[in-house]
């Protein structure tokens, strides 16, 4: 079996899967039941209960509710009522975690000030899906995913892969249709949906961070 790979915070399997297609002895792990349909790869639970158990690396989705920008609305009580100081605090752990590769994913917020400028930041559609989600990814002795999109990590005027269909709110507000539809699904569905790794990026993670992983003593 190769090397162990915990994935923080996924449900869905989506990147545990593709890690296990390459030999890796990849497990997800989440609150919730796994959907990912391989339960033997995956430890419903708290992280925190098995994350010193020797992993060579991890990629983290933790929880961006209380932290991301689309949420700003809100800020102020999630911050009276210690919500958003707990998101931060499980962000931070999954910084700190004793493990000596990590990638942490999450989407714009306040992280990027609280803790620091993100190693990168990517779109789905520099991976091939017709979606926009910007999406932060802070790195610990992992390279920044390659993509032919965006020669400069942080310039984020690409055009020439398609961005998805955008819908604009009478208040003059935009987003993408995929992210809008989501409103019209049950609360749970709702998050599960745009919390989602796309395929292009869970691609890119596997192909690229498991040769670099191989590719290390």
């Excluded at 000030?113 to 899906?129: A, L, R, V």
């Excluded at 690409?158 to 935009?174: N, Q, R």
């Amino acid at each position: 079996m190769g090397k162990r790979i915990l994935i923080a915070c996924e449900e869905s399997q989506a990147v545990c899967i593709e890690f296990r297609k390459l030999g890796f002895e990849a497990f997800s792990c989440d609150l919730q039941e796994c959907s990912g349909g391989y339960p033997e790869w995956h430890y419903q639970g708290n992280v925190f209960d098995i994350i010193n158990d020797n992993w060579d690396a991890m990629i983290a989705f933790p929880p961006c509710t209380h932290l991301a920008v689309s949420g700003a609305a809100w800020f102020e009580q999630k911050r009276k009522d210690g919500r958003q100081q707990q998101g931060i605090d499980f962000f931070m752990a999954m910084v700190n975690a004793p493990i000596k590769r990590i990638a942490i994913e999450n989407p714009m917020g306040i992280m990027s000030t609280i803790y620091k400028k993100p190693t990168q930041i990517i779109q789905p559609y520099y991976f091939g899906d017709e979606v926009s989600k910007k999406t932060c990814l802070w790195l610990k002795n992992l390279p920044p995913l390659y993509h032919n999109a965006q020669p400069n990590l942080f310039d984020d005027k690409v055009t020439h892969v398609g961005k998805g269909e955008m819908v604009t709110f009478e208040s003059g507000c935009k987003m993408p249709k995929w992210y809008a539809d989501a409103w019209r699904l049950p609360k749970e569905e709702r998050s599960k949906l745009r919390s989602k790794t796309f395929p292009g990026i869970a691609q890119a993670m596997v192909m690229q961070w498991g040769a670099f992983l191989n590719s290390k003593n």
